[in-house]
Nanobody, 122 residues
């Protein structure tokens, strides 16, 4: 499977933005999926992860209550709905997928989309 993330954007603090990640092929339903981000000068971090069925989700503490990860297997697409955005959410966001197991670290994912820049101004 290959992943194609939508273009991010530049928004103001408090705004909302939805990222989408579309997978090629018909087997996306077999993959767990996640969103990671990397800000300048910082290490890559998990933002959110979702199981292949969508029944299990996990968020990093800094986005809990503000971000929602979801997926539509019929459309081969995963989403990251971001609300109440803060300047510290500014980063390059990456979608990722794995068939092995739901993982909360980057080394657990073998399929990556291209990064998309999200910039939040104060």
């Amino acid at each position: 499977v290959q992943l194609q993330a939508c273009v991010g954007g530049m928004v103001q603090a408090g705004d909302s933005l939805r990222l989408s990640c579309r997978a090629s092929g018909d087997f996306f339903r077999l993959y767990h999926s996640a969103w990671f981000r990397q800000a300048p000068g910082k290490e890559q971090e998990l933002v959110a992860a979702i199981s292949r069925s969508g029944t299990t989700t996990h968020y990093t503490d800094s986005v809990k209550g503000r971000f929602t990860i979801s997926r539509d297997n019929a459309k081969n697409t995963a989403y990251l709905q971001m609300s109440s955005l803060k300047p510290e959410d500014t980063a390059v966001y990456y979608c990722a997928a794995t068939r092995v197991r739901l993982s909360y670290t980057g080394d657990g994912y073998g399929v990556w989309g291209q990064g998309t820049q999200v910039t939040v101004s104060s």
